[in-house]
């Protein structure tokens, strides 16, 4: 035997990764025990088998190496075992001079535990699908914004997880309260006297990432500290480490953010020793990460983990009856504030119930800020709107009083409304037009006048 392949064949069989490598068609070279063991199989002399007799058998379910063989390319997949369990397996193949595939590697990882873990969940939310807890009392405890089944639903079941240290993934586009969910769910578990350490993954540049995660010890690069620095998974220690818009993380940090989780273990740049970290991990992002994982944009392996507690926050859109609740609580949270007392007129009210809130429960409670502070009577009328909500307003409701009461007031004459409307119009066609040649064949009138009337109408929005 030639000392490269007894070389190969005792690193194959003394690693501890599961490994096995087949020839280009499919013939199984090396491989060591353990790789079968996560299939459940006892050791069999699985070498010279054809990888497709044991995808036929039922033993490889689908075989990783057989897809990699006809597509030509690394491919990560989910296998499922005769005995049910998951597997996570991964495989490369290697090229000969000609582009003809001479091997293929691939490597298994039992995921099962955390098909368990979901699965548990899963029964848990079942037994406890018929209790029931009063929604006021509810509201009471936890200072709750919402009314609707669909968000007190999401509030029980973070009290039910909430002592658990399951990872939960907070779904849902921005500005709908995933950090508020997020705080809610530490402040009700065990961890709530230990740190909440929350950390937006999209405003940390990657060539600063691991620094900041992982921390440094002194003298570690040029700049650094000279104490070093504790690293925010050192800060989460014993507490809640909640990685905001997790889906913007890049590639090469998903794997180091992996290998902690995997291990709870990390270590400071510039460090010989190993740290242990003790935290719960809750994750949020308005991404879809399963569509990101099918482009190879995310990690399936690290998707698996973030995705044991899935909690999908609805739009506010969907939730109207969330909206006058949430209009009510921050007029009279901003005019404790700014020590005001403002009131929205019935026809304003009327319109922000109709609005859709892109910005979700965010851009809500920043309009009542800025008509509170920007509005000198103690009535907010309609016009205080911006012009966008206004539009979007009058378009999808019926009831043409709602447009009257918008531009026609007692105290207005015809010129301050035609004024109005005017401007309404000039705004709303900026909006959906891509030019001021677009926008003059959409009104009806000359480029310069639709410049000139762009120039006075903008000034008084922005």
Known sequence: MPIEHAILEKIIETSNNNITITDGKGIILYTNINHWTVY??????????????????????????????????????????????????????????????????????????IKILQEQYEQLEG????????????????????RSKEMQQIAKTIQRVANTDATVLMLGESGVGKSMFARKLHAQSHRHKEPFIEVNCSTIPSSLF?????????????GAQKKGKQGLIEQAHNGTLFLDEIGELP???QAKLLKVLQEKRFMRIGGNKEQHADFRLVTATNK?????????EFRLDLYYRLNVIPLYIPPLRVRKEDISFLINHFIDL??????????????????????????????????????????????????????????????????????????????????????????WMILKAYEKCKSTYEMAKHLGISQPSVIRKLKKYKETVN
């Not at 037994?127 to 919402?146: F, I, M, N, P, S």
């Not at 879809?288 to 482009?295: R, T, Y």
């Open 288 to 296: 879809d990460l399963e569509g990101m994982v099918q482009k190879g």
């Open 127 to 146: 037994k406890l699908k018929g209790y029931q807890t009063e929604v006021e009392d509810l509201r009471e405890k936890e200072g709750a914004l919402y």
């Open 334 to 423: 901003i005019n404790k504030k700014y020590k005001t007392t403002k009131k929205l007129h019935p026809s304003t009210y009327e319109i922000l119930l109709v609005y859709k809130w892109p910005g979700n429960v965010r851009e809500l409670e920043n309009l009542v800020e800025r008509l509170i502070l920007t509005t000198e009577d103690p009535i907010i009328q309609p016009n205080s709107l911006p012009s966008y909500i206004i539009g979007q307003a009058t378009t999808n409701k019926e009831d043409i009083s709602l447009i009257e009461q918008f531009f026609i007031e007692e105290d207005q004459n015809l010129k301050t409304i035609m004024e109005r409307v005017e401007k």
């Open 210 to 222: 691991e620094s900041e995660m992982f921390g440094y010890e002194s003298g570690s690069f040029t």
């Open 40 to 113: 459940e199989e006892e050791p069999k002399p699985f070498i010279g088998k054809s990888i497709y007799e044991l995808q036929e058998q039922g033993i490889l379910s689908p075989s990783i190496s057989a897809i990699v063989l006809r597509e030509k390319k690394p491919t990560q997949i989910m296998q499922n075992t005769k005995t049910g369990k998951i597997i996570m397996s991964t495989a490369y193949p290697i090229f000969d001079d000609q582009g003809e595939i001479t091997r293929v590697i691939s490597y298994a990882i039992d995921q099962t535990e």
């Open 251 to 253: 590639l090469s940090m």
